[in-house]
């Protein structure tokens, strides 16, 4: 089975402080997702990466950025967090594009006081 | 601009009932449409659906998908309170964007 492991369930941090997310899957997927899921709102896309070293913009990329420094680990950094940030946070991975599901971490609830 | 929309947003219903969920989508260059199921933590793959008119199962659940009309429905039979979750759907597109609906919360009561 897949797994796909976030660092933290629960997370706060203040305001300003600059904050990692951390997700790691271990069946050596190409594609790395975060999402942050809001009610009413459905998952968002921040970004995403399809390759050690790239990334691309999703949905709502502004005030967030990643890393994907090794194939099995990807990053999302808040680098000034700001109370808006408060969210779930989802990590997904998957093989390469087609007709490929994602399959998710348990999440990271972030709360930004 | 590319959108999914699910309805209702939340559903409360009784054991035993049978639930019909909805996702219509407007998406450029539609590829497949999934199914997730999400409990307290992880969202979980249901089901793929490609193709018209063919029913996807498995056990109580089942899904299909009318590309001509733009929607794909997730039926539940003989609901039990472990159906009790929020239901995503998401549609990707040929350039290989993915898009969620808001999702459906269920809620199964004794």
């Known amino acids: 089975d897949v797994k796909v492991t976030q660092s933290s369930r629960y997370l706060v941090k203040r305001t300003g402080e600059k904050v990692f997310l951390e997700c790691v899957q271990d069946?050596?997927?190409?594609?790395m997702f975060w999402y942050r899921q809001d009610p009413g709102l459905g998952l968002r896309l921040i970004y995403f990466?399809?390759?050690?070293?790239?990334?691309e913009k999703g949905d709502i990329p502004e005030g967030y950025s990643v890393s994907r420094e090794k194939k099995e680990r990807f990053s999302l950094i808040l680098e000034s967090a700001s109370t808006n940030q408060t969210s779930m946070y989802l990590c997904?991975?998957?093989?390469?594009?087609?007709?490929?599901?994602?399959?998710f971490g348990d999440g990271t609830r972030l709360s930004i006081l | 601009e590319d959108k999914v929309v699910q309805s209702p947003l939340s559903l409360v219903v009784h054991e035993g009932d049978t639930v019909t969920l909805n996702c219509s989508y407007e998406?450029?260059?539609?590829?497949?449409l999934l199914w997730y199921k999400q409990e307290k933590k992880a969202p979980t793959f249901l089901f793929m659906l490609?193709?018209?008119?063919i029913e996807k199962k498995s056990g109580r659940l089942s899904s299909i998908l009318d590309k001509k009309e733009l929607f794909s429905i997730l039926n539940i039979t003989a609901t039990q309170t472990g159906d009790s979750a929020i239901y995503l759907c998401a549609v990707v597109s040929n350039n290989n964007d993915m898009r969620f609906g808001a999702g459906t919360r269920l809620t199964v009561k004794p």
């Open positions: 997904a991975s998957s093989l390469p594009w087609g007709h490929q599901p994602q399959h």
């Open positions: 998406v450029t260059n539609f590829r497949s």
């Open positions: 069946m050596d997927h190409e594609n």
């Open positions: 490609t193709s018209s008119g």
């Open positions: 990466s399809y390759d050690v070293k790239m990334k």
